[in-house]
């Protein structure tokens, strides 16, 4: 599976409520991982709000 595939199916799980199943993920994989998932976030149907939200949480679990 490539980034981007993987990409898309944590994007899929964030949309269907596993939000802290993705940060985690995320915090794990390679660092471009969150910048896709943050991509496909934005095409979603309430991007300002996934993306958003996606952000505060990874920033909060790396901090």
């Known amino acids: ?28 994989g390679p660092p471009l991982l969150a910048v896709k998932v943050y991509e496909y976030l934005g095409s979603g149907t309430d991007p300002d709000y996934d993306q958003g939200l996606f952000s505060r949480m990874l920033k909060s679990a790396t901090e």
């Open 1 to 28: 599976m490539t980034d981007a595939e993987r990409a898309e199916e944590l994007a899929e799980s964030w949309i269907n409520g596993n939000k802290s199943h993705v940060i985690q993920e995320v915090r794990t």
